[in-house]
């Protein structure tokens, strides 16, 4: 099972010869986070728009004693292009088999979890569910089995949510383009792919087996979405892998060229950190700790204003409220990570992650309105 290079393509992985991969990998191995100053910082916070380097200022140790002053500037961006509209959207997962046996995940093949793969009646009783609380957009995530969560099987759960929701976007495994296409044609428009770690020497022993050992096949994923029509593609790495300062510049500057790559496409944000799972309860994100995730989130936000920033129920709702006024764009509510825990009468299947805030739709949208911002369920109309 095991693939004996990381950094070459399973058959039938499309290849898009794309250059990012090279260039985000070589930049971000010319970059010492020690070189940087406080002036540097300063600098990079006065600038009206800001490079590579002023994105590496702000992620430097440098910039940690002036992380006040990083959050005034974000803040600012922040109100510049979204005004005071956060996002409100919820998961569904649909199926926890999965096929790789990342070291780190609570779906891993080699898990002794409960399996699940809903069936179309249970996604329907699910999106009615989900519907039926006020939600406009939906956010449908499967463990990535070729197997038991195909894209046939993927795209007929699109065309059901797509009948209840604006707005219908995927996390699943990566896809090829034409099936990129084939999703976006159901009804999804956008999708998100998280790279893990952008260290490609920590990713090969995270990921001992299954096809997600392609670093580049996944590395394009978000450039074979947006040929196949997607509008939206989003991007993170998984905090506490790997060193954060590298993870958290390869991930800004990745989206910032597929940006310039592609115009139109809406760039997205998020970053998750690693979370305890059913399968290992003392997973964690070492030395991630909120301050600096406050750090990455603001440098984001500095470097790609237009971009939309997600913060998960990864967090607690105390460090979410805050951020929402500061940076995040998006935030979830009424989250379950397992399969089928939505509606009455389903069996469910174990989570993901575990989860640091379960608060609901009501309960978010008041933490919303308490820090003087709209809670929003759609910004946007699919033609």
């Known amino acids: 099972m095991r693939h004996t290079d990381h950094m070459g393509f399973y058959p039938r992985q499309e290849d898009l010869g794309s250059g990012l991969m090279d260039q985000v990998l070589d930049r971000v191995g010319q970059t010492d986070f020690s070189v940087f100053t406080s002036r540097d910082v300063k600098a990079a916070l006065s600038h009206r728009t800001r490079t590579i380097d002023d994105f590496a200022a702000c992620l430097s140790p440098a910039a940690a004693p002036l992380l006040e002053d990083l959050a005034g500037a974000a803040q600012r961006e922040t109100r510049a292009h979204f005004g005071t509209s956060i996002q409100l959207f919820t998961p569904l997962y649909i199926a926890n088999y999965c096929a790789n046996l990342c070291t780190y995940c609570g779906f891993a093949a080699d898990n002794r979890i409960h399996r699940m793969r809903l069936t179309p009646e249970g996604i329907e009783a699910e999106l009615r569910a989900i519907a039926d609380l006020g939600f406009e957009e939906v956010l449908i995530l499967t463990g990535e089995s070729p197997k ?8 007929d759960a699109v065309r059901q949510a797509a009948r209840l929701f604006r707005t219908v ?41 299954g096809r997600k050992r392609s670093f580049p096949y996944r590395f394009q994923s978000q450039e074979r979405a947006l040929r196949g029509g997607m509008r939206s593609v989003g991007f993170g790495a998984l905090l506490g892998l790997d060193d954060w300062h590298t993870d958290a510049l390869a991930t800004g500057l990745h989206a910032s060229l597929v940006q310039q790559a592609y115009p139109a496409a809406e760039i997205s944000l998020s970053c998750p950190r690693l979370r305890p799972t059913v399968a290992d309860a003392t997973v964690n994100a070492r030395d991630v700790h909120e301050r600096q995730l406050f750090q990455i989130l603001c440098a984001y936000r500095l470097f790609l204003p237009y971009a939309s920033i997600t913060v998960s129920t990864r967090e607690r709702a105390g460090f979410r409220d805050n951020v929402i006024g500061v940076v995040a764009t998006k935030v979830s509510a009424g989250v379950s990570t397992g399969v089928g825990d939505h509606a009455e009468g389903l069996s469910s299947g174990d989570e993901q992650f575990e989860i640091a805030d379960g608060r609901d739709l009501a309960q978010v949208c008041a933490a919303v309105r308490a820090r003087g911002l709209e809670p929003v369920m759609n910004d946007h109309v699919l033609v």
């Open 169 to 209: 976007g995927l996390e699943i495994q990566p896809v090829n383009t034409d099936d990129y296409r084939l999703l976006h044609d159901a009804g999804a428009d956008a999708v998100s792919v998280y790279q893990e770690t952008y260290n490609p020497d920590a990713y090969d022993p995270l990921h001992p087996g």
């Open 148 to 155: 038991f969560s195909n894209t046939a099987y993927i795209a």
